[in-house]
């Protein structure tokens, strides 16, 4: 939805498309850090390097299955805390991580060798905008029931459009319906 109004319409699309493309409808934000260490130093402390804490943030640990010493540690963070990231350069938002896990994960300045780190995030990438649709309540009652109804020959399919905001189950609901749509001439 926030990069519907990206593309030209003409006639213009309903205006509760219009609203709802022009920042009516909330998106969540979401970031996800990737740090790559030297070793898995968190395993000599009997962690296995997944773990949820109160900021709110998740720590992943993608390379659990893979061998060899380095590892990689993942945050997945989400609405205020990926936005106040996504301010940051990537080598602050780094830093800033790293400073906090110090309560996560104790003496990680003094055993780690920090090799690579990037990020990526959905605001900030070009072609979503957000992670998934959030809307408010407000927003949900006004314009939920229009996200999906077919425009003459155009039919909107996504998570955005159904009931399962921020699943995959919501892309191929959608998915369904709109190829029913179309299969079914409406
Ligand atoms: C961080 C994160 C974690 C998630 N975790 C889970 C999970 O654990 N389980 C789960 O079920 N779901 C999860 N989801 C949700 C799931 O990924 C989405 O609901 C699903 O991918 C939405 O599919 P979609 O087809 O609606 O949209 P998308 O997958 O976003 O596809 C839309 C596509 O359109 C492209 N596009 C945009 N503009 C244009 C244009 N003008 N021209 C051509 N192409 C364009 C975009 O680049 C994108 O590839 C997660 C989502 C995020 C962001």
């Given at each position: 939805m926030p990069v519907l109004n990206r593309i030209q319409f003409s006639?213009?699309?309903?205006?509760?498309?219009?609203?709802?493309?022009?920042?009516?409808?909330?998106?969540?934000?979401s970031t996800r850090v990737f740090m790559q260490f030297a070793n898995r130093f968190w395993e000599s402390e009997g962690l296995n390097g997944w773990g949820n804490t109160d900021w709110p943030e998740e720590i992943w640990h993608?390379?659990?299955?893979?061998?060899?010493?380095?590892?990689?540690?993942?945050?997945?963070?989400?609405?205020?805390?990926?936005?106040?990231?996504?301010?940051?350069?990537e080598e602050n938002g780094t830093?800033?991580?790293?400073?906090?896990?110090?309560?996560v994960f104790p003496g990680v300045y003094d055993n780690i060798e920090l090799e690579h780190s990037t990020s990526h995030s959905w605001v900030l990438q070009e072609w979503s905008g957000g992670a998934w649709a959030s809307p408010t309540e407000e927003q949900n009652e006004a314009l939920a029931s229009h996200i999906g109804v077919a425009e003459g020959r155009i039919h909107f399919a996504g998570e955005h459009a159904s009931d399962y905001h921020g699943w995959m189950q919501g892309a191929l609901v959608s998915g369904l319906r709109a190829a029913t749509e179309i299969h079914e001439g409406e």
């Open positions: 006639p213009q699309l309903s205006d509760a498309k219009v609203e709802a493309s022009s920042g009516g409808y909330d998106y969540a934000a993608p390379t659990w299955d893979r061998g060899g010493a380095r590892g990689l540690l993942m945050s997945y963070l989400f609405y205020d805390r990926a936005v106040e990231l996504d301010q940051l350069s830093q800033h991580l790293l400073n906090r896990w110090t309560n």
